[in-house]
């Protein structure tokens, strides 16, 4: 079956026509055509498809289109800003180091928003538990850590 | 050390900001107008005879547009001793051979297609491991070779072979003689963006292959002998190379994926793309090679090793790839970690049911590093001598060549073993309380490329345009591991430009001059290299011009200048004649006369000396290539001789473990790495390259084991193949860069792409053992075995 | 993709008529679980029906027993100020279920209904003698959830039925929890894992409870070991007798994951270390290893 839903994607109101089946995932990359968000495993494990719903990191790939109805989605794309200008999070992991591949990076980087949003001040253990949904093959995320610390701290220094 | 304006420095990756935009696009994001999406059917037995497909109701399905099989298409054979076929014909000898695909108009529709499919098989009896495919009367796994002359065994036709010295005099001379077998399991590459391409032809048959490779070069010659089996003659492949998700190896050979997508191309006119999702990644798509090994070796009363006696057995699966080129390259630790006067190797490979194996990381390295370091440890037990100084006193040294006649140039491996053994505080005991203990193990690697195939070559062309910018056609391939920061870097400071005005292009066949591809640590090197020499002509072509240009262009200047500043008085200077191509240099962008006082009018932007050279009758514009071969000499495998890179990397890694006696649990504390790297080009993107190994390396060391049952992978998804998360490398990690600034390294600089994983697993172990004292020579060292070992010991 | 209808009632009365009209349906809660089920193709339902947007199931209240209502995210059995203060073995265990993402998406009811003995939650639930409310069109059932584990991926639930509360008495006092759990990997399906309550009085357990996942069909309450913790006086003898009694009461099976005889140990020595742990004062010193 095929039914309209309405939601705030990065923070625009859009409507898009879905299928029952799609995951949100699907519609993100298929539908919209947003392919910052990646499939890594489609099973939940790998956390490439991270996107924020309501504030909440979730799963792309394991989640149903017509859940997202009404909620507020943020995904890769809504974190640059105009004139091509990267947020914090991004701008502190091209500046740590932390990305080679960059494959993971989309995911990574909305796991670490989803923490920063509501622990602007994490610990290592912090950022630690929140990125472990995100699987890295390349960098042993040792600078993708930094990169959190990093970002976490530009915001406290900023007024 | 010289003084550098852009290496060492931790200049930006020119990827990593569309990367954190979520722009990079990767073949998984990739689209062309008319593309169909292709799906293939795989075998769901190990050894059966294909007694019959049915693909009609595939074909009926609305929506799909080809169903091919091995029936309606020309034979493609594939892998370099053409045993692999892109579609299997009469029997398929492994659980994921290719039997069939389709091409349809979404992927859902093809995966349906899929399931239309029926094959009738006639199942054969199977060999799942090298013993029982060596048995009199074992079934065959090819009953003829790719000539068609019948085979009589399993074994494969490859001969690797070393003897140096004389093993019975290393035998005798030995006080102390230690034996052990050690395995190592089938492993995954697991890179984050899965296995895919996308195949298109023109309308001259022409194709172009956007391909997940590190072989760009040598992917388009397997390519093109294909459009030749299909009829095609003199028809040619392009490939370009879009953004990885990571490779490790896995895009050193073709794929029966790309010739099928291929296949589907010409049939259907249309662009195929294929992308494996993980379950097909990890069930469908070749792992990392597994080994056994058997490693005698032996010391005299001194602990001077005497001998070493390897012999290696490989499971080399149905087809071969590149696993079956590991003993190659075990071939380089064999003979040459540590100073042993008399050693031989041996390696036998043998055809099963099992998948067969490509290329990843270390190549065959780790494979035996696990067993000789693992093998040192205990020799330095029994020879009552500690492990750390065991090693030193039989380290490798500068200047020496080795029995396999490897050419050591530089050698940091002293500098690294000291450091490790500094930062584990090693002289105060390596039993550091009740259950933990440090252990160490060292490597050496190819630092400056490998010959393995008959060219080891890379080209570069620097174009240079109105504006002083350099553009890069560079045929090596960026997976992630920053070779395109690196060779910023080295064109900046090899031409004197500033990095933000230097361009990679695309890595594209079509453009770029022809390099093997990006394997064995390569690609900083050679790309370093490249650059060094193709800025060196660019230089003296931009010398030559300014020779003529400089003198006016200045002389404006200093009009303009004067204008300004009426009072100046200009230094007592002939510029026509002090502007002579030997006397120019250029830094940072701007060209200037060495040893002329530094006005600022006397100085002149590269840009505004290429517009002048261009814009002016019989103008001209500057580009210079280079083709860079590095002295190392391809080796002969029978033999197990020859200098098969330039220099070499060694290094040594450290681990603090705990054991959790009633669990079985290895709990890393910390590690260290100590890696000869010649000379840091760029500070993060080196500390990346070892981080990411070393996680590799701990995955390798403890959990990561592909499952197979009867040739089927029992584990083809991340929910029961672990590979580290933030939680597993919450450990310290201290990081030592001996900088031993090796003369054929671009600024010194060494390979390091593969050192960070080849120690990790026996330092583990090594460190295991010296806390509770027990010895695993299996891989991965699972709390299973932990705890059967800590039970035999009790017993004992 | 498997191709599926995908509802969202409102109330478990629409949810129930959607059930019984619609062939192959299968409700979905979080769907962590059963996402990955028929993206493998191990199920091919013709409709999903969602239980996200049904008030019913969701909340946690205070009460003379404490209702969790099934929809109630992992998360939220996290972050819930009353859960961690009267149970806070939930808590452990909802740490160690998957990550962040999983956990913002899994339900608690989720984790039960699909029957794994593996389920993060079951021990501590069965630890603490949850109950749990099962309803259909029909009626509505209070079970408790010992009764309610049938086997691997099976449950009492009858089709049509909703499991739409778990109900936990009020804690008694001197009650100590702690949930242990063992996997490959740190973010892993348990390998092993247990759940002990205790009731003690000094250096006395008054009564205790202790339940295993990952080691049976089903997750499982050893009554053995319990009773052996019965009124018994703490001793490292004690603690090495539950500890055996634990390994020969349980039957896990070897699999891709671990082996049977592994699991027996393993859950032995889980036994043995949440005991250790919840007595920690009581021995005397530190008995960690």
């Known amino acids: 079956m095929k039914k309209t839903i309405t939601f705030t994607l990065n923070g625009t109101q859009i409507d898009v026509t879905a299928d029952s089946h799609q995951s949100l995932l699907d519609l993100l990359r298929v539908s919209l055509r947003l392919t910052g968000t990646k499939e890594g495993c489609g099973e939940g494990e790998c956390g490439a498809c991270t996107v924020l719903v309501d504030g909440l990191a979730i799963n792309a790939c394991l989640y149903p289109a017509y859940e997202a109805a009404g909620k507020n989605v943020i995904t890769i794309e809504g974190l640059t800003g105009k004139n091509n200008e990267l947020s914090d999070i991004q701008q502190a992991f091209v500046d740590s180091g932390a990305i080679q591949c960059g494959f993971c990076t989309p995911g990574m980087i909305l796991s670490a928003k989803a923490l920063l949003d509501t622990h602007p001040d994490p610990s290592e253990e912090d950022i630690r538990e929140a990125l472990s949904g995100n699987l890295c093959r390349c960098t042993g995320y040792v600078q993708i850590i930094e990169a959190v610390k990093k970002a976490a701290n530009r915001s406290k220094d900023k007024p | 050390m010289r003084d550098f304006f852009h290496i060492g420095k931790a200049t930006p990756r020119p990827d990593g900001p569309d990367k954190a935009a979520g722009k990079a696009h990767y073949i998984h994001d990739y689209e062309r107008p008319g593309m169909l999406y292709g799906k293939i059917k795989f075998s769901d037995h190990s050894h059966a005879r294909i007694k019959h497909i049915d693909t009609s109701r595939a074909e009926k399905l609305p929506g799909v547009k080809a169903v091919i099989t091995a029936n309606n298409t020309p034979e493609i054979r594939f892998g370099f001793l053409r045993d692999n076929m892109a579609l299997k014909k009469d029997k398929v000898r492994q659980y994921r051979d290719e039997v069939a695909a389709v091409a349809a108009i979404d992927p859902d529709i093809a995966a349906e297609a899929i399931d239309l499919i029926q094959v009738e098989y006639e199942p054969l009896p199977g060999v799942f491991t090298p013993h029982e495919a060596m048995k009199e009367g074992a079934p065959l796994i090819h009953e003829s070779d790719p000539r068609g002359r019948p085979r009589s065994h399993n074994i494969l036709p490859l001969k690797y072979h070393h003897e140096s010295g004389d093993l019975d005099e290393g035998k005798r001379t030995a006080k102390h003689i230690v034996e052990g077998e050690f395995s190592t399991p089938l492993v995954q590459q697991c890179c984050m963006g899965t296995a895919g391409c996308i195949a298109e032809f023109d309308m001259n048959n022409n194709l172009t292959l956007w391909a997940k490779t590190q072989i760009p070069f040598l992917a388009q010659r397997d390519f093109n002998r294909v459009l030749s089996d299909m009829g095609l003659k003199e028809k040619n492949t392009r490939i370009i190379v879009p953004a990885l998700g990571g490779a490790f190896g896995s895009g050193l050979d073709t794929h029966a994926y790309e010739y099928i997508a291929i296949l589907l191309a010409f049939q259907t006119g249309h662009p195929i793309k294929i992308v494996y999702n993980r379950r097909e990644e990890f069930a469908n798509l070749s792992p990392r090679q597994s080994s056994r090994t058997r490693i005698i070796q032996g010391c005299d009363q001194n602990g001077k090793l005497t001998f070493r006696q390897v012999d290696v057995l490989q499971d080399n699966g149905a087809y071969t790839s590149w696993g079956a080129t590991y003993p190659s390259v075990m071939l380089m630790p064999a003979t040459s970690l540590y100073r042993v006067p008399h050693i031989t190797f041996d390696a036998k490979l043998v055809y099963t049911n099992n998948t067969y194996c490509q290329a990843m990381r270390g190549y065959g390295n780790p494979e035996l590093t696990w067993a000789l370091e693992s093998n040192m440890a205990e020799l330095a037990e029994r020879a009552g001598i500690d492990p750390f100084e065991f090693r030193m006193l039989n380290r490798n040294e500068p200047g020496e060549i080795t029995p396999m006649g490897l050419k050591i140039s530089t050698c940091g491996l002293k500098e690294c073993l000291e450091a490790v053994s500094e930062k584990l505080d090693w002289k105060r005991g390596t039993k550091k309380g009740k259950n933990s203990g440090v252990g160490m193990a060292s490597l050496i690697h190819v630092g400056g490329g490998g010959r393995i195939y008959r060219s080891d070559a890379s080209g570069i062309i620097l174009k240079l345009d109105d504006f002083g910018n350099v553009n890069v056609f560079y045929g090596g391939v960026e997976m992630g591991q920053g070779l395109h920061a690196v060779l910023i870097q080295s064109v900046a400071e090899a031409l004197g430009v500033m990095p933000d005005k230097v361009f990679i292009n695309p890595t594209d066949t079509g453009t770029c001059p022809w390099d093997v591809g990006t394997h064995a640590s390569r690609g900083a090197f050679m790309a370093g290299n490249a650059a060094i020499l193709a800025a060196e002509k660019l230089r003296s072509k931009i010398f030559e011009l300014a020779e003529e240009l400089f003198p006016a262009e200045v002389e404006k200047n200093l009009k303009k200048h004067q204008k300004k500043n009426p009072d100046y008085e200009p230094p007592d200077l002939d510029i026509a004649n002090a502007a002579k191509r030997n006397r120019f240099d250029l830094q940072e962008g701007y060209i200037f006369i060495k040893d002329a006082p530094p006005e600022p009018w006397l100085r002149m932007d590269l840009g505004r000396l290429l517009r002048a050279a261009h814009f002016r009758p019989q103008g001209q514009m500057l580009t210079a290539e280079a083709f860079y071969d590095p002295p190392n000499e391809s080796p002969d495998n029978e033999k197990g001789f020859g200098n098969l890179s330039a220099t070499y990397a060694f290094g040594t890694q450290g681990a603090e473990v705990e054991v959790d006696i009633e669990t079985g649990d290895v709990k890393i504390l910390r590690m260290v790495a100590a890696h000869d790297v010649g000379k840091t080009l760029n500070p993060p993107g080196l500390k990346g390259q070892i981080y990411g190994a070393l996680a590799q390396g701990v995955g390798y060391a403890l959990y990561e084991e592909l499952k197979s049952d009867k040739g089927k992978i029992q584990n083809p998804d991340f929910r029961d193949y672990k590979i580290p998360r933030t939680n597993e490398m919450d450990f310290p990690i201290e990081l030592a860069f001996i900088e031993t600034d090796d003369s054929f390294g671009p600024f010194g600089a060494k390979g390091v792409a593969e050192p960070g994983l080849v120690p990790t697993a026996p330092a583990i172990a090594n460190a295991i053992y010296n806390a509770v004292g027990i010895r695993i020579r299996d891989l991965p060292i699972t709390p299973e075995k932990v705890l059967a070992a800590l039970k035999n010991k009790k017993m004992a | ?289």
Do not use: W
């Open chain 3, 1 to 289: 993709m498997s191709r599926y209808d995908y509802y969202q009632p409102e109330s478990l009365e629409e949810a129930f008529r959607l059930k019984k009209t619609i062939p192959d349906s299968v409700y979905i809660s979080g769907g962590t679980e059963l996402m990955v089920r028929i993206n493998k193709k191990e199920l091919h339902p013709r409709a999903l029906i969602s239980l996200r947007s049904i008030p019913d199931l969701c909340g946690v209240e205070n009460g003379k027993k404490i209702r969790i209502g099934a929809m109630t995210s992992i998360s939220d059995i996290k972050k819930n100020s009353l859960l961690y203060e009267k149970y806070p073995v939930l808590f452990q265990a909802a740490k160690e279920l998957g990550g962040v993402q999983i956990r913002n998406v899994a339900t608690i009811g989720g984790n039960l209904c699909n029957g794994s003995p593996a389920a993060d939650l079951a021990p501590p639930l069965l630890a603490l003698e949850a109950k749990v409310r099962l309803q259909s069109d029909q009626k509505s059932r209070e079970l408790p959830l010992e009764n309610f584990f049938l086997g691997p991926g099976e449950t009492s639930l009858s089709p049509g039925e909703i499991l739409t509360d778990i109900l936990l008495e009020p804690p008694e006092k001197n009650t100590k929890t702690i949930f242990l759990k063992k996997g490959r990997t740190r973010m892993d399906l348990a390998v092993a894992s247990v759940a002990v309550l205790i009731r003690t009085e000094g250096d006395r357990c008054l009564s205790a409870r202790v339940a295993v996942g990952s080691a049976a069909p089903t997750p499982l309450r050893l009554f053995e070991v319990e009773a052996l913790l019965e009124g018994a006086t703490y001793s490292r003898e004690l603690l090495t007798e539950a500890q055996q009694q634990a390994s020969h009461s349980v039957s896990p099976i070897t699999d891709v994951r671990s082996t049977a005889d592994f699991r027996c140990h393993l859950v032995g020595v889980l036994v043995k270390r949440a005991l250790e742990k919840l007595m920690d004062n009581e021995i005397g010193g530190g008995t960690r290893t």
